[in-house]
């Protein structure tokens, strides 16, 4: 307001000046002399702040967003360390193509530098628990021993903290519904996530046995919480007839089981979301996203591990290691045979994380289908539906649409245009517009005085700042028209001197024109 104001006012005459001041006090409530030094004051141009020159150009910015789409947008000190190993797999398999300077470049970023250059892109792309009463089991429970966070001691891979991930879509209503069996390393972070259609002791024991023959290490522990369907007697038969180690957490002490709740969140929400998915045909569905996603998340998804932790006082300093894939981590581990840490340095050199993550987006859609509808999709995408060069030209432009994760997205809400309280204001807004005319720099609280003085029953001090949003949004919609009304004379203005210029006479050739 002040700039359309002041251009107006500077280029006026005397009584112009004069009758354009009194509308700009009267809507402002300035004093007139403040007013007058506001419109008087030349706008300053803008200045860049000098710096250094850029060390990070828009073509290393472009090609790190896609490196981070591609990793799954994870942070920017786990992408730091994957982007040596997504650099030289998408080179391999002739998805990327990156000039010498521009590798050396993304080789020196920092964490720190990789967070600031994608923030931008970060905001656009993105935006209670229950106690389950005891049941039967209790003699079992005694006879398993209680193993804490603390209590670990840097394990050998094969000891695996187990839990489960319930898709009711927020607050369950009734009904079985589908559940993510999540087992997660201790050593390694090397992670299975598994569908089945309920919970049950029976699909616990097939599942444990169909992970056991994956792992590309022995299955020496299993750590659980105390649900039923993990205290029982096959469970405990189970472990005791295989030689595996079982333990259990604390009653409704999460933090002991923290490396598996760490995954349900990072792996089972972020691939799955929180919608509901009921039935056979959902569970077939969510269980061929994790036949995908297993192998990104293992090979391809750097974690943190906790180093050490110091207390002084209330304040506690944590230290993690350097952000390592399960797969290196494994690589690393010295009871690993060399026959295994060969098999999966092969199988890692011919996977594509370009076409996991292609595969995990039409896996994710199928899903979201489910859940949307409550039953399985009725044409299934396949791999080739979808070219792979596409897929990899949207990961560049893809933070512009925001989420893209089919099963993050969000049902359209109505927009909300209808009062869902009464207006105190009904009746005597009409007066409380008069005193604005007539009163433009009186305050909100001055207002509400008087309103309590004139009506001491119906307005008792509660409404004091609705009153103070209500005359703000009179003021703004005042100032707009007054804006809008200079604007309009000043374009009015401009057509009449333009008209006075045009040809009056002629004489000889001489082209004589009315100026202003």
Same mark, same amino acid.
């Not at 390592?324 to 295994?340: G, H, K, M, N």
């Given at each position: 307001?002040?700039?359309?104001v002041?251009e107006?006012y500077r280029?006026?005459g005397?009584?112009?000046?004069?009758?354009?001041?009194?509308?700009f006090?009267?809507v402002?409530?300035?004093?007139r002399?403040h007013?007058?030094?506001?419109?008087?004051r030349?706008?300053?141009?803008s200045?860049?702040k000098?710096?250094p020159?850029?060390?990070?150009?828009?073509?290393?910015?472009?090609?790190?967003?896609?490196?981070?789409?591609?990793?799954?947008?994870?942070?920017g000190?786990?992408l730091?360390?994957?982007?040596p190993t997504?650099?030289?797999s998408?080179?391999?398999h002739?998805?990327?193509?990156?000039?010498?300077w521009?590798?050396?470049r993304?080789?020196?970023i920092?964490?720190?530098?990789?967070?600031?250059?994608?923030?931008?892109?970060r905001?656009?792309?993105?935006?209670?628990?229950?106690r389950?009463s005891?049941?039967?089991?209790?003699?079992?429970?005694?006879?398993?021993?209680i193993?804490?966070?603390?209590?670990?001691?840097?394990?050998l891979?094969?000891?695996l903290e187990?839990?489960?991930?319930?898709?009711c879509?927020?607050?369950?209503?009734?009904?079985?519904f589908?559940h993510?069996?999540?087992?997660?390393?201790i050593?390694?972070?090397w992670?299975?996530c598994?569908?089945?259609?309920?919970?049950?002791?029976?699909?616990?024991?097939?599942?444990?046995?169909s992970?056991?023959?994956?792992?590309?290490?022995p299955?020496r522990?299993?750590?659980?919480?105390?649900?039923t369907?993990f205290?029982?007697?096959?469970m405990?038969?189970?472990?005791k007839?295989?030689?595996i180690?079982?333990?259990?957490?604390?009653?409704y002490?999460?933090?002991?089981?923290?490396?598996?709740?760490?995954?349900?969140?990072?792996?089972v $929400?972020? !691939?799955?979301?929180?919608?509901? %998915? *009921?039935?056979?045909?959902a569970? +077939?569905?969510?269980a @061929?996203?994790y036949?995908?996603?297993?192998l990104?998340?293992?090979?391809?998804?750097?974690?943190?591990?906790?180093?050490?932790k110091?207390?002084?006082g209330a304040?506690v300093?944590?230290?993690y290691?350097t952000?390592?894939?399960p797969?290196e981590?494994?690589l690393?581990?010295?009871s690993?045979?060399?026959?295994?840490?060969r098999?999966?340095?092969?199988?890692? $050199?011919? !996977?594509?994380?370009?076409d996991? %993550? *292609?595969?995990m987006r039409?896996a +994710?859609?199928?899903v @979201?289908e489910?859940s949307a509808?409550g039953?399985a999709?009725?044409?299934?995408?396949t791999?080739?539906q979808v070219?792979?060069?596409d897929?990899?030209?949207s990961?560049?432009?893809?933070?512009?649409?925001?989420?893209?994760?089919?099963?993050?997205?969000?049902?359209?809400r109505?927009?909300?245009d209808?009062?869902?309280?009464?207006?105190?204001f009904?009746?005597?807004?009409?007066?409380?517009?008069?005193?604005?005319?007539t009163e433009?720099?009186i305050?909100a609280q001055?207002l509400?005085?008087?309103?309590?003085?004139?009506?001491p029953?119906?307005?008792?001090?509660?409404?004091?700042?609705?009153?103070?949003r209500?005359v703000?949004v009179w003021r703004?919609?005042?100032?707009?028209e007054?804006?809008?009304?200079?604007?309009?004379?000043?374009?009015?203005?401009?057509?009449?001197?333009?008209?006075?210029?045009q040809?009056?006479?002629?004489?000889n050739?001489?082209?004589?024109?009315?100026?202003?």
């Amino acid at each position: 307001m002040t700039e359309a104001v002041g251009e107006r006012y500077r280029r006026s005459g005397r009584n112009e000046k004069r009758e354009i001041l009194d509308e700009f006090v009267e809507v402002t409530g300035y004093h007139r002399k403040h007013a007058i030094r506001v419109l008087c004051r030349e706008p300053q141009p803008s200045r860049a702040k000098p710096g250094p020159p850029r060390r990070y150009d828009d073509e290393v910015r472009a090609a790190l967003i896609t490196l981070w789409e591609a990793a799954d947008r994870i942070c920017g000190k786990r992408l730091k360390a994957l982007i040596p190993t997504l650099i030289d797999s998408m080179t391999r398999h002739g998805h990327l193509t990156l000039s010498k300077w521009v590798r050396q470049r993304l080789n020196q970023i920092s964490a720190a530098t990789i967070d600031r250059l994608l923030r931008d892109v970060r905001d656009q792309a993105f935006a209670g628990q229950r106690r389950r009463s005891g049941g039967v089991g209790n003699a079992i429970r005694r006879a398993v021993p209680i193993r804490t966070f603390s209590g670990w001691n840097d394990p050998l891979p094969g000891y695996l903290e187990v839990d489960f991930v319930e898709h009711c879509g927020g607050t369950k209503i009734d009904g079985d519904f589908v559940h993510s069996f999540v087992m997660t390393d201790i050593a390694t972070g090397w992670t299975e996530c598994l569908a089945m259609p309920y919970r049950s002791g029976a699909f616990v024991l097939e599942h444990i046995e169909s992970v056991s023959r994956a792992l590309p290490f022995p299955l020496r522990g299993l750590d659980c919480d105390n649900d039923t369907a993990f205290m029982n007697a096959a469970m405990f038969d189970f472990c005791k007839a295989t030689g595996i180690e079982l333990t259990r957490s604390r009653a409704y002490k999460k933090n002991d089981q923290a490396w598996v709740e760490q995954k349900n969140g990072s792996v089972v $929400r972020r !691939l799955v979301g929180y919608g509901r %998915l *009921r039935g056979l045909e959902a569970t +077939q569905t969510l269980a @061929a996203l994790y036949e995908v996603s297993r192998l990104y998340i293992n090979f391809f998804q750097p974690s943190f591990k906790l180093k050490s932790k110091t207390r002084h006082g209330a304040k506690v300093t944590k230290r993690y290691e350097t952000p390592l894939t399960p797969l290196e981590r494994v690589l690393r581990s010295a009871s690993v045979p060399e026959s295994t840490k060969r098999r999966l340095r092969a199988q890692f $050199r011919a !996977l594509d994380p370009l076409d996991l %993550l *292609r595969r995990m987006r039409e896996a +994710q859609q199928c899903v @979201a289908e489910c859940s949307a509808s409550g039953s399985a999709p009725t044409e299934t995408k396949t791999p080739d539906q979808v070219p792979l060069a596409d897929f990899l030209a949207s990961l560049g432009t893809a933070w512009q649409a925001g989420e893209v994760r089919p099963t993050h997205h969000r049902k359209a809400r109505v927009p909300h245009d209808w009062r869902t309280r009464e207006d105190p204001f009904e009746h005597t807004w009409p007066k409380i517009q008069q005193w604005l005319e007539t009163e433009p720099g009186i305050t909100a609280q001055k207002l509400h005085e008087r309103l309590t003085a004139m009506a001491p029953a119906m307005y008792s001090g509660a409404q004091l700042r609705t009153l103070q949003r209500r005359v703000k949004v009179w003021r703004s919609n005042r100032a707009r028209e007054l804006v809008t009304r200079i604007l309009g004379d000043a374009d009015a203005m401009k057509a009449g001197a333009a008209t006075q210029r045009q040809p009056s006479s002629q004489n000889n050739g001489t082209v004589t024109t009315t100026r202003e």
